[in-house]
């Protein structure tokens, strides 16, 4: 079993920023690839970034150049840095742990998810 838990959301205007964070705990071993996603009301959930156990990452063409996304092999923690959010980033965020490799902002499997954390922008 993995447990995920997200941390880090919040409330900004336009053009600010914030860091998301999730903790990674449980059966880790094998979880080659970690994941954000994201949901906004109505609609579908999107992945929006993703990081394989080699440290390539891949973003959806909405973030790209302004989300960053990393971790900490250590400690097990996943990081998305979010700058220059914009009303549409609104949303609850999602990671998820799963297989590699990765491609427009998606690992190709994932099975574990966390409960989110919620960004709001206001324009």
């Known amino acids: 079993q993995v447990q995920l838990v997200e941390s880090g959301g919040g409330s900004v205007q336009d053009g600010g920023s914030l860091r998301l964070s999730c903790a990674a705990s449980?059966?880790?071993?094998?979880?080659?690839?970690m994941n954000w996603f994201r949901q906004a009301p109505g609609k579908e959930r999107e992945g929006v970034a993703a990081?394989?156990?080699?440290?390539?990452?891949s973003y959806s063409d909405s973030v790209k150049g302004r989300f960053t996304i990393s971790k900490d092999s250590v400690k097990n923690i996943l990081y998305l840095q979010m700058n220059s959010l914009k009303h549409e980033d609104t949303g609850m965020y999602y990671c998820?742990?799963?297989?590699?490799?990765?491609?427009?902002?998606?690992?190709?499997?994932?099975?574990?998810w966390g409960q989110g954390t919620q960004v709001t922008v206001s324009s």
């Open positions: 990081i394989d156990s080699g440290g390539s990452t």
């Open positions: 998820a742990a799963g297989y590699g490799p990765t491609g427009g902002g998606y690992c190709s499997t994932t099975n574990y």
């Open positions: 449980g059966n880790m071993r094998g979880r080659s690839c």
